[in-house]
């Protein structure tokens, strides 16, 4: 392709060096071609912490959700993450190739198509390495925006957060379209919003591991098995924020954790898989603690003192996910954890 219609973003992250991220801006209305603020934020997090001697993904394989142009996972791979998944829709796949090449992170980063819902492309993550280990660290951001797309998102969060042996046969998808499914029909430039990432809308859950229901609103859905996953892997990638962040945020740290995982808080002991999912306060993402709740997973909001001094906004927050114990109490308050 022609690099007169790419657009090269450096990202300094401090002594640690500069990453940079190629913009395939001649994919217009697509909005996984571009960075976007709420991944910045989330790498400047992860940097930030890194240097103050609290290693978030160092030493982990990471795996990033809606890679988009692969920022996320890059700074990831940067900070010393063993292996990092990058994964978004399969015509991303070469973009997101190129940022890998272009930042020499090969030998850490690995890329695979992965549409939400999909049950090929979760049989595929299944099969490959980081799915027979587990992924340690999941990685997030500018993912919550369009209904269709929040909903099958947290569907396959909390899948790949189970235990492994675990996988979709079969699911409802939906196609990744920038004006598709918005919250109230409301297509305006507002991020990701009014893009579907992928997947059906994917409601509650009955017994894990036994079946579950994955339809439209109507209810009307298509069943399916939880069973073991199979099949071949790829190579796809991608990330997420735009330019810069604004002053906001405030409040103190959290250093809980056990060693390993530093700075993680609320009991969250090692060997547990952590989410980190960046977004901005935009329509539709009021429902992101109700889902998480459905689908079983605790939440913390990351303080605002915990994050770069100059990537912090009242307007995005980063929660930490896991998943929680049964009977466990699940925080559906977003301000959770700040101080």
Not at 51 to 59: E, I, N, S, Y
Not at 199 to 206: K, V
Not at 216 to 240: A, I, N, R
Not at 268 to 292: H, I, K, M, N, W
């Amino acid at each position: 392709m022609d690099d007169d219609d790419c657009t090269v973003r450096e990202v300094d992250l401090d002594e640690l060096g500069t990453l940079r991220v190629k913009e395939f801006t001649f994919l217009q209305d697509e909005a996984g071609a571009v960075v976007w603020d709420a991944g910045l934020v989330l790498s400047y997090y992860m940097a930030y912490q890194h240097l103050k001697g609290r290693p978030l993904v160092a030493g982990r394989t990471c795996l990033e959700l809606g890679s988009g142009t692969g920022v996320v996972g890059l700074t990831a791979a940067r900070l010393g993450a063993v292996q990092v998944y990058l994964t978004d829709l399969p015509h991303l796949v070469p973009y997101m190739r190129e940022n890998i090449q272009l930042n020499d992170l090969g030998a850490r980063c690995r890329a695979l198509p992965l549409e939400w819902c999909n049950p090929e492309h979760l049989a595929a993550a299944r099969s490959a390495e980081l799915m027979r280990r587990g992924p340690e660290r999941i990685l997030a951001a500018d993912v919550v925006y369009d209904r269709a797309g929040r909903h099958s998102f947290f569907r396959t969060l909390a899948e790949l957060m189970a235990p492994s042996g675990i996988g979709v046969t079969g699911c409802s998808s939906y196609s990744s379209s920038r004006g598709a499914g918005t919250d109230g029909g409301d297509n305006r430039e507002l991020g990701r919003e009014g893009e579907g990432r992928s997947g059906g809308d994917c409601g509650g859950t009955e017994a894990m591991g036994v079946r579950e229901r994955c339809g439209d609103e109507s209810g009307d859905g298509t069943d399916f098995d939880l069973v073991g996953g199979g099949g071949g892997d790829g190579d796809g990638g991608g990330g997420g924020g735009d330019h810069g962040g604004s002053d906001g945020g405030g409040g103190g740290s959290s250093d809980g954790g056990s060693d390993g995982n530093v700075g993680m808080g609320s009991g969250v002991g090692d060997g547990v898989v952590v989410a980190f999912l960046s977004y901005e306060q935009r329509p539709g993402a009021e429902e992101v603690p109700e889902l998480c709740a459905r689908h079983g997973l605790m939440m913390e909001e990351v303080p605002g003192g915990d994050l770069h001094p100059s990537w912090r906004s009242a307007d995005i927050r980063i929660l930490k996910l896991w998943r929680g114990s049964p009977g466990a109490r699940h925080c559906g308050d977003p301000t959770v954890g700040t101080k």
